[in-house]
């Protein structure tokens, strides 16, 4: 089809649609670029597509001239800053991306990123940015040309040219998901200017765009620890100190995001350590403040981050000192009825990490911190319920004093066998069962077994004892082991009714079985053989005939249990 043809169908009585018509075909037609013939033609281009005329990219793209625009790139004349212009704005039209691609137009247009001409970097910038914008192997392409060094020199050089600025920062949101994006950002201190620029931004799109760039590059442990010691932390914590109390969604979007990056960043061991700065940090103290905040999205950050501080015992130690422990106290209660789920999930976690060391639990115990997160009982959300568990199971580990109070406790009790009863959230009946065995297991008191033979909570122990996780068969056996040492008497019938003996038998019959779980078998058999009231019913089971294999066990720590056994079961009979 001749040129002719193909634009006659462009004809309008649209005058600026007409002067393009004319123009393409000027253009079209030119055999050698003479600046003073093309730049009219070229003005009346960009008219047409500064206008938004419909379908004016798709004609230029038809027109057949971009290679003739790339020629004018490549050649470094004086249209080249007005081309660069006119790809920009034909870029904005989706469908011509790829023919733009296929002329050679990003090639061309890339050595202009090494420009002196603030105008001529920025048309470039957008050109760029819209024709390789969702298209990864392009963008590939462009790190691999060496666009990064470029991009974060131009914010440096020119930090005041907010156009400017604001393309570098698009084309680095666009590139900073890829891996060699983030590996060639290491080499170039980018944290600084992008704290600079975050302080200056005029507006909360401009902050987002700088925020999202920073999360992306967050995710990098090599970037984590540079933004740490550049000042990252810090300087998003103080754009949230001068944001709080503002309205403006927007503003509190930028607060979630900025929050949340801080968490992200500390999930760094050098980063978290620097951030606490033994518990006199900036960023430590700010978010201390985010606890007692009327903000939810800061109280559940600062929950979380509390609980990455606490990962190690130092810390534990030194923010129990410092009195934590109270402020997340407060924020569980103001949660308990109809709060936010979340929040209450950090601040169980939080307390639960801060627990782990046996100093920290004693002194956390005589604050009366069980007596006071007993209050979120009576929440009905299964993620609360998990992490309720999980935290007290944690606060009577190796506390014989706490096991032995929470143990005699009713109502706690009674709501713990109901969530050992949770048939839709494993999670939370396998907690429930864990948090039962460890009452027993750390209070060794007849008062406790008593209580949890009378809670019906021994078949629960039963059922714990056939999961599929050693480490819950193991303390399920355990517990069993000691409440029948302890009040046997109270253990028979739940026993009997459970079918505990042949589920024992069972356990030492497994071929795949895992030996310490035989070994604790053994252990609980041990027990209700020497107890003497349950002989026969260890009898009834042939429990000698596992018993006698076990004896000749490659194991010899599970051979010589298993004889010790059938010795008193024989001097017995």
Not at 403 to 418: N, S, T, Y
Request: glycine share 6%; charged share 25%.
């Amino acid at each position: 089809m001749s040129l002719g043809r193909e634009m006659s169908r462009f004809l309008s009585c649209d005058p600026i649609l007409d002067s393009l018509n004319e123009a393409l075909k000027a253009i079209s037609v030119s055999t050698e670029l003479i600046e003073e013939e093309l730049k009219p033609h070229l003005d009346t281009v960009l008219t047409a597509l500064l206008e938004k005329k419909t379908d004016a990219a798709v004609e230029v793209v038809r027109s057949g001239i971009l290679p003739t625009l790339a020629q004018a790139l490549q050649s470094r004349s004086s249209l080249s800053c007005q081309v660069a212009l006119v790809v920009a704005e034909m870029a904005r039209e989706a469908s011509v991306r790829e023919p733009c691609i296929e002329a050679g137009l990003v090639k061309a247009l890339v050595p202009h990123l090494n420009s002196g001409d603030q105008e001529m970097l920025l048309n470039t910038g957008r050109a760029i940015g819209r024709i390789c914008f969702d298209n990864t192997q392009q963008q590939d392409q462009l790190v691999q040309s060496g666009v990064i060094p470029r991009l974060v020199s131009i914010m440096k050089e020119y930090p005041d040219n907010d156009p400017l600025v604001n393309v570098c920062l698009l084309a680095l949101c666009n590139l900073a998901d890829l891996d060699c994006a983030r590996e060639a950002l290491v080499e170039q201190d980018v944290a600084d200017t992008l704290i600079l620029q975050l302080k200056r931004a005029p507006d909360a799109e401009r902050r987002h765009v700088i925020l999202e760039i920073l999360g992306s590059l967050g995710e990098s442990d090599a970037l984590k620890l540079q933004f740490t010691e550049s000042g990252v932390p810090e300087a998003l914590s103080l754009m949230i100190r001068d944001l709080q109390g503002h309205s403006d969604p927007h503003d509190l979007c930028s607060i979630k995001i900025a929050s949340n990056l801080i968490v992200s960043l500390l999930l760094g061991d050098e980063s978290m350590q620097k951030c606490f700065g033994e518990g006199s940090g900036e960023v430590y103290q700010d978010i201390l403040s985010w606890l007692q905040s009327s903000n939810t999205q800061l109280q559940l950050s600062g929950a979380l981050a509390i609980a990455n501080f606490a990962r190690n015992d130092s810390n534990c130690v030194k923010m129990l000192d410092l009195g934590v422990v109270p402020h997340i106290l407060t924020l569980l209660e103001k949660h308990v009825d109809e709060g936010d789920v979340s929040v209450q999930h950090a601040g169980l976690s939080a307390l639960r990490n801060l627990a782990i060391p046996a100093t920290n639990k004693v002194r956390m115990l005589e604050d009366g911190v069980t007596e006071r997160i007993k209050t979120l009982l009576r929440t009905d959300m299964p993620p609360v319920q998990f992490k309720l568990l999980g935290t007290l199971r944690m606060m009577v580990d190796g506390q014989e004093g706490a096991a032995l109070k929470l143990g005699r406790d009713a109502v706690l009790l009674a709501r713990i066998m109901e969530w050992c009863g949770a048939k839709d959230h494993a999670g939370v009946r396998g907690e429930a069962s864990r948090l039962l065995a460890a009452l027993i297991r750390h209070s060794r008191s007849p008062e406790v077994v008593r209580a949890v033979a009378r809670a019906d909570g021994v078949r629960h122990l039963i059922t714990m004892a056939t999961s599929e996780h050693v480490i819950m068969q193991n303390e399920a056996l355990v517990a069993l082991a000691i409440a029948s040492a302890i009040d046997i008497e109270s253990m028979r019938d739940p026993f009997s009714e459970a079918k505990l003996l042949p589920t024992l038998k069972n356990m030492l019959d497994d071929p795949v079985g895992a030996v310490e779980v035989k070994f604790s078998a053994l252990g609980l058999i041990c027990t209700l053989a020497n107890s003497g009231v349950m002989r026969d019913e260890l009898n009834s089971v042939n429990i000698k005939e596992s018993l006698n294999k076990l004896a000749d066990h490659s194991s010899s720590k599970l051979a010589t249990q298993a004889s010790s056994i059938l010795t008193t079961l024989s001097d017995t009979s």
